[in-house]
Nanobody, 124 residues
C-alpha cells in the first residue's frame, strides 16, 4: 500500500512557475514508476508526465519543454516543476504510482495508487 500526498498548487499568473510535490509513504518508493495527471473542469483526466524507476522521463506534448518531472528516492518524493504556465494548464493535478513500471503509461488504468490532488489555477 502506498499513500500519496500532493502539495504546491496555487494561483499564478500566466508565464509564472509552480513546483508540485508528491510525498509517498512506505519504504518501497523506488520500486514504483511515478506519474502526474491533471483534470480540468468538465474534462477527462489526462496524462502530464511520468518518471520510471530508473529515471526515464516522458511528457505529454502539451507540456514538453515547459514541465520537468523528477524524483528524490531518499525523500520518497516526486516533483513537477511547471514553467511558462498558461491558463489552459488550470486543473487539479494528481500524482500516481505504478508498480509495474511499464505498459500504457498515459492511461489512468496503468496506475495503482493516487493522491487526492492539488489545484493549479493560472490567470490570464
Amino acid at each position: 500500500q502506498v499513500q500519496l500526498v500532493e502539495s504546491g498548487g496555487g494561483l499564478v499568473q500566466a508565464g509564472g512557475s509552480l513546483r508540485l510535490s508528491c510525498a509517498a509513504s512506505g519504504r518501497t518508493f523506488e520500486s514504483y514508476a511515478m506519474g502526474w495527471f491533471r483534470q480540468a473542469p468538465g474534462k477527462e483526466r489526462e496524462f502530464v508526465a511520468r518518471i520510471s524507476r530508473r529515471g526515464d522521463k516522458y511528457y505529454a506534448h502539451s507540456v514538453k519543454g515547459r514541465f520537468t518531472i523528477s524524483r528524490d528516492n531518499a525523500k520518497n518524493t516526486v516533483y513537477l516543476q511547471m514553467n511558462s504556465l498558461k491558463p489552459e494548464d488550470t486543473a487539479v493535478y494528481s500524482c500516481a504510482a505504478d508498480s509495474t513500471n511499464g505498459g500504457d503509461y498515459i492511461s489512468v488504468l496503468q496506475y495503482d495508487y493516487w493522491g487526492q490532488g492539488t489545484q493549479v489555477t493560472v490567470s490570464s
